[in-house]
Structures are given as C-alpha cells and as structure tokens.
C-alpha cells in the first residue's frame, strides 16, 4: 500500500496530509529502530476498519470506525529480563500530530481503544504494554522481576514515544508539529511522571484522575479497606447500606449550592452530621447506621493520618459512596493494594494484609520499586519547554481520592510561585462534580468531555465529544487550542447522554472550573451550561 503526499491541503490551511513514501511494511520501519527493536508487523488498513487482539488482557476490546491507516507493531528489549512492546497508529490523512494514550491500573497490554479515539482525530497514536500483559488488578507478573517494574512505572513509556516519533518522522517524511498526551488513572500518572523527568516529550497532556503517588495510593487502598473489615465485626458496613448513606448525604449536602440538582459541586463545604444516620430504637435496622458503624465511617470520609500525625493520603468525598464497593465491599482490601504489597514491593505473595502497618507505608517510599511516584512537583522545566499541563478530577472518584490531585496541585504552586511562576498560564486543574473515576457519574451527572479513555466508554467507535466538536466541549481540543494558538481553557462543558447513549440525546450539560473556582448558577435552563459561570472561589 502506497500514499501519496498532497501538499495543496496543508497549503489551504485544511492541516490534514494525506501520507507518502513508504509502504505499510515491517521493511519500511525495521532501518529506522535501533539494534534491541524489532518489529512485529505492519499492516495496512482501509476505511471503517476494526483493529485490536483478542489476547490482550488487559484492553480486550477491539477499536471501530477507523479511517484508513497503517497499523505496527514493535517489541523493544529494554534489560535481559525485560522487554516492552508498543503499537503505532499511522494514518493515510495526518494531522502533522502525535499523541500517545495511557493505560490503567496495573494492566499490561496496547490500548488499542484509546488509539482508535485519538487515530479518528488524525494523530499519529502510541501505545505502550508497559512490559506485560495482564489485567488491571493482576500484579502477579512483577514478582521478583525489578526491570519489569521500571518499564511498568516510566521506562516503557518514554522508550515508546521516542521511537514512535522516530517512525513517524521516517514514515511521513515530514517533522511532527506538535506532541500531546492523553490519560487517565495509571495514564494521569503516566503523563505526568514522562514531564518530570523528560519536560520536552510533550507540548500538551491531558491528565485525569492521577495515580501519581504510587507508593502511598496502593497502601492507602489496604488502610481504607481495613476500615471496613472483619466482614463480622460490629463496626463492618455492609454494601447494602452504601445507598442509605449516600441518600443522606446529599441530603445534606446537595442544595448546598443552591440547587438540589443530584450533583454536589463542592462536598468540602458541607459540615455532614454523621448521627443522622444513627439507628434509634425505632429505626428501621436496613436504613439507619450503629454507633461503631458510624466510626468507621469517621475513617472513610477523613485523610488517611498516622504516626507522628504524617498525612499518608487523602479520604473519600461525600458523594463517593456509589462507587464504594470497590474499595469498600469486599472481604479483604481490593488487589490494587494488597498484591502492591506482596509483588511489586516485598516480593511474597504469602503476606497477610492483616500484617499492615505504616511501615510499609516508609518502606514503600524507601524503595519505591519501579519508580512510579510522579513527585517531583518543580515542573518548571516542562514549562520553560512551553509546556500546557490540563489536569482533572471526578469529585465521587472512590478508587483514587480526589484529594490527591489537589495535593498534587497545590504542591507544584508551592514549588513554583517562589520562582515567580504562576501556574494559570500553563496549568490549569479541573474538578468534575459527581463524577466517578476516569468516566461516568452519580445522578446523572454530566462526565463527558473527551478525557482519557471516555471515548470508549461511550462505544468503540466514538471519538471526540459527538455533535459538540469543539475546544469548548473537548478537552483533548481544549488543550491543543491551549498551546497552538494559546486560547487557555476558562470553563469547559461537561455533558450527560440518556442513559449514556448518544443516540438517546443529551441529557445534561454542566460548566466545569478551573481550581479553585466553582460553578455558579445564574439563573435559566439548570440542565444547561449556558446557565452558569465560573466565580465561586473554594
């Protein structure tokens, strides 16, 4: 499969090439990889085409809808015990782009679904399977295994965009104009950590829902599910009562705002009345809570603080409750914690979580196997690149406590404003009221922006945000607005599909602020945007 290059597109400002040169074979790409690269194959795809692997276990599900492209696959030895592999997007029609999509949890394998979203934008898309193949919450594949952790926390990722970029500059014969990242999760994570230590990857990263405090998030985990366990003590809540709690909750804190709209815009505003839920002699035994109940969760809703009163990590918001069983409803803390713990840190998959105590808080950040921690806040570099850094937040995320990015947030402007940079400029944080992690929400709470990985959580042919293909409704347009043509991101909209089907209609549109800002209702429509502004300070 030959391309032929039309110069007259870019010469009409259409920005779209239609490619060259070299054909869509492992030939045309093996001259261009270092001597440790080997490519896997190169096949060429036509128009609405399906593209993934039915082996990868970590992103099964294939992408659709796809405009011709060029697909490849290349496996990188990266230590004599490890090795990692990314795939490559190409698209006949190049938007003289490149973006690189991220991953989740602990999961190994190519995105293929967030390539497809970010392919129909007309990037040239990376991803990398960070050294293995597993699902999100198997971490069995680190055990004793150090090189496979380094390329899980940051080397997979970067050796991948700096050859990817090398192949696409060969491919196209032509220069990439600009470079942005998407994530989510592990991929917030993942943006972030690529900016500390290599400022000038990326002109633009979109981060959501950061796990960038690897050592103290996965421990946390383990904490937060001890506040709910024995199954059989007194002090245990069972999942059944999960919705009682979360109906007096925004019972409690949803008019805050002044709108009792299911969607709570700032849960730190509301002074919650724990006893409320306190079972009387009258109550009803399946809707009312116990006093030893009610301690624990005191633990849920507060940071999570141990010897010498150290913060270790932040708590769960009001309004985070439809998302607890994850964390909170099983019969020992969720895998993301304790298999952190047995695989990826003392390397015996027989230790008891019942064993957990804050020193294996310090000796996670003695170690830090793999160097995951993205907790090198001086980001001066990445903005002295001219770097655009767009960060967000679900407020009812209960798998990563949204504290967690306003800790992060709040730790780079105390890094920076004595360097007398302002972060506005070139940073901006959003957070998403009642939405839940990475995607979807309470309420019907409108989630919706093109963040990382939303595309398919919509369907496996969905891009960008469907009938708004705008800066002011796509944050992955937002963010390339941002630093082409510095129009910097003041509100972006939030939207809400019935049913989460875009063929139902929209449901709900809802302004989003920059922090430390909030939504105003001003008035009108109060499932329309329009109907807001940004004022309110936290």
């Not at 597993?134 to 970067?158: C, Q, V």
């Not at 024995?230 to 999960?242: D, G, K, M, T």
Request: net charge negative.
């Amino acid at each position: 499969m030959w391309h032929l290059k039309y110069l007259v597109l870019q010469i009409l400002g259409l920005g779209i090439v239609e490619t060259l040169a070299y054909q869509c074979a492992p030939s045309s790409f093996t001259k261009f990889l270092p001597a440790n690269a080997s490519v896997l194959y190169a096949i060429p795809n036509g128009p609405n085409s399906t593209f993934g692997n039915p082996y990868n276990l970590g992103y099964p599900t294939n992408a659709t809808n796809l405009p011709p492209f060029c697909a490849v696959l290349v496996n990188v030895t990266s230590s004599s015990t490890s090795s990692f592999t990314f795939g490559l997007f190409l698209p006949d029609q190049w938007n003289d782009r490149f973006l690189a999509v991220g991953n989740g949890g602990f999961a190994g394998g190519v995105n293929y679904l967030d390539m497809g979203a970010g392919l129909q934008y007309g990037f040239a898309v990376i991803s990398t399977d960070t050294g293995h193949n597993s699902t999100s919450f198997d971490i069995s594949w680190a055990l004793n295994l150090p090189e496979k952790k380094i390329d899980w926390g940051y080397r997979a990722m970067h050796g991948s965009i700096v050859l990817a970029k090398q192949l696409v500059t060969a491919y196209y014969k032509s220069p990439i104009r600009y470079s942005y990242y998407s994530g989510c999760s592990t991929g917030g994570r993942q943006g972030l950590k690529d900016i500390e230590l290599y400022p000038e990857d990326f002109d633009g990263v979109l981060a959501g829902a950061p796990a960038w405090w690897t050592t103290h998030l996965q421990t946390w985990t383990i904490k937060l599910g001890t506040y709910n366990l024995p199954v059989n003590a007194s002090s245990h809540i069972p999942v059944s009562l999960f919705p009682v709690i979360s109906a007096e909750v925004f019972r409690q804190c949803d008019g805050l705002d002044g709108l009792v709209d299911g969607i709570i815009v700032d849960p730190r505003r509301c002074d919650f009345y724990y006893e409320a839920l306190l079972c009387t002699p009258t109550s009803n035994a399946s809707a009312c809570l116990t006093s030893p109940q009610i301690d624990t969760l005191y633990h849920i809703y507060n940071d999570y603080v141990d010897t010498n009163q150290t913060f270790v990590f932040p708590h769960l918001e009001l309004g985070s409750e439809g998302q607890w069983p994850v964390l909170l409803g099983g019969t020992a803390p969720n895998a993301l914690g304790t298999a952190y713990v047995q695989d990826f840190l003392l390397n015996d998959p027989t230790w008891p979580y019942t064993d957990f105590t804050y020193s294996i808080v310090q000796l996670a950040d003695a170690q830090d196997p793999g160097s995951p921690n993205a907790d090198d806040f001086d980001l001066a570099p990445f903005h002295a690149h001219g770097g655009k850094l767009l960060q967000y937040h679900g407020l009812s995320d209960a798998l990563i406590a949204t504290g967690s990015s306003v800790y992060f947030y709040t730790h780079v402007l105390r890094a920076l404003a004595p360097q007398g940079l302002a972060l506005h400029d070139w940073y901006r944080f959003f957070l998403v009221p009642g939405m839940q992690h990475c995607g979807g929400s309470v309420h019907d709470a409108p989630w919706y922006f093109a963040g990382g990985g939303q595309a398919g959580m919509l369907g496996p042919g969905v891009h960008g945000v469907p009938g708004f293909e705008d800066p002011a409704h796509d944050a992955l347009l937002a963010l390339m607005a941002w630093v082409e043509h510095g129009q910097a991101p003041d509100a972006i909209v939030a939207t809400k599909w019935r049913n989460d089907t875009i063929a139902d209609g929209v449901l709900r549109q809802r302004l989003l602020c920059p922090y430390p800002s909030t939504p105003v209702y001003a008035g009108g429509d109060v499932d329309s945007a329009a109907s807001f502004s940004c004022g309110a300070v936290l």
